[in-house]
């Protein structure tokens, strides 16, 4: 068999004429074919974009509206509370220089000329006493002023009769002075001062001044101290009357001073007290003729520190000698096992007893009691390391 004739074969009759409509697209069955062909690519490439749009649309994210922006409360933030504790505000007390609270000791002082022969010993409250002042009376005997304000005793004395040289000594202190009575001139001499006078057997001290039993007349008139003070209220406490520093590392003597631990005193043969250094309990202790000094708990009478002022006698007044106060004169101050000499000065009876040193420096005592021996300048002051 022969094959199916080319149109487009040159030895076709037709052959040339075919191919020439063939490539120019003359002939009417090829544009059909090639419009078919176009019309399947449009058909192809919309449904391309078709599927594309659908796939698109169906892959998209839906659309969600944002919720509105809030700001965040915060927590709130806890109170602070603080768990410290201030301390109570402090001042020095005027007589002693210790710390105490403010306003504790907004009392007037009370002093009081108090018995010290053998029948009133042990004495009542002595061992509290702020200050404390021995004078020579007659007979070589000794008394002393005490003056109480930081630390009040129920009772103290035997309390005794006033001397002409005490006006001078508790001037300075104002408040109260308790006592027994006395020679007209010195209880008048007493009373022109600015302190108050309470007297025993006067009528304001008839619920507040008493005889014990436990002494012996006259050697047993005690006083209701509380009760003495809170009826004069309205009386100024005391003003301070020495320097002092927190403790006796501080103080004059031993900074400047020179080791004494024994003191010495004669003011006659009757009367000759020493004082001892006791480096346990960093006070000097008290004896009397030799012996230890006692209180009524059994306990030795001490003392922060002591001063030893060296003192005129004034013979105005005959047998009963009358202590100079007014003027100047040598000082042994001694603390913590040491002392310092100086000298002393009082410019007038209301002003406090200065204390210098030898270089002309304030003299600064250890906080705590203190005990003043007036001693004539006829006695004698021993200091022994």
């Known amino acids: 068999m022969s094959a199916w004739p080319d149109p487009c074969n040159a030895g076709h009759p037709r052959g040339r004429a075919a191919r020439a409509r063939l490539v120019c697209g003359g002939d009417e069955g090829f544009r059909s074919e090639r419009g078919a062909q176009l019309v399947r690519r449009a058909f192809l490439a919309g449904a391309l974009s078709a599927g594309a749009s659908i796939l ?152 507040t001044f008493f005889r014990t039993d436990l002494r012996d007349a006259p050697h047993n008139v005690l006083v209701m101290a509380p009760a003495v003070v809170g009826q004069h209220v309205d009386l100024a406490p005391p003003a301070q009357q020495w320097a002092y520093s927190a403790d006796a590392l501080g103080s004059s003597a031993v900074r400047e001073g020179t080791p004494s631990a024994r003191i010495d005193v004669v003011y006659s043969s009757e009367r000759y007290p020493s004082w001892q250094w006791d480096d346990a309990a960093k006070r000097y202790l008290r004896s009397q003729e030799g012996a230890p000094d006692l209180d009524l708990s059994g306990a030795q009478l001490a003392a922060t520190n002591v001063i030893v002022m060296s003192v005129a006698i004034d013979g105005t007044y005959g047998p009963v000698p009358k202590t100079v106060m007014v003027g100047s004169g040598q000082v042994w101050v001694s603390t913590g096992g040491s002392t310092i000499h100086g000298t002393w000065s009082k410019a007038d009876q209301l002003g406090a007893i200065r204390l210098v040193d030898d270089r002309g420096m304030t003299i600064r005592l250890a906080a705590g009691s203190t005990w003043v021996q007036l001693l004539p300048q006829s006695g004698t002051i021993t200091l022994s390391a």
């Open 56 to 207: 698109l649309a169906s892959c998209s994210v839906p659309e969600v509206s944002a919720a509105p922006a809030t700001t965040p409360t915060p927590a709130p933030t806890p109170e602070f509370v603080s768990s410290y504790v201030a301390p109570a505000a402090t001042e020095l007390a005027p007589l002693r220089g210790t710390s105490v609270l403010v306003g504790s000791l907004a009392r007037p002082s009370i002093a009081a000329k108090i018995d010290n022969h053998e029948e009133a010993r042990p004495q009542f409250g002595l061992e509290r006493a702020d200050i404390v002042f021995e004078e020579l009376v007659e007979g070589g005997l000794t008394r002393y002023l005490a003056v109480w304000h930081s630390d009040l005793p129920d009772q103290l004395g035997p309390v005794r009769s006033i001397r002409p040289m005490d006006p001078d000594i508790a001037s300075p202190y104002g408040g109260i002075i308790c006592y027994s009575g006395g020679q007209e001139i010195f209880v008048d001499m007493m009373e022109a001062t600015n302190v108050y006078n309470a007297i025993h057997g006067s009528s304001d001290t008839d619920e």
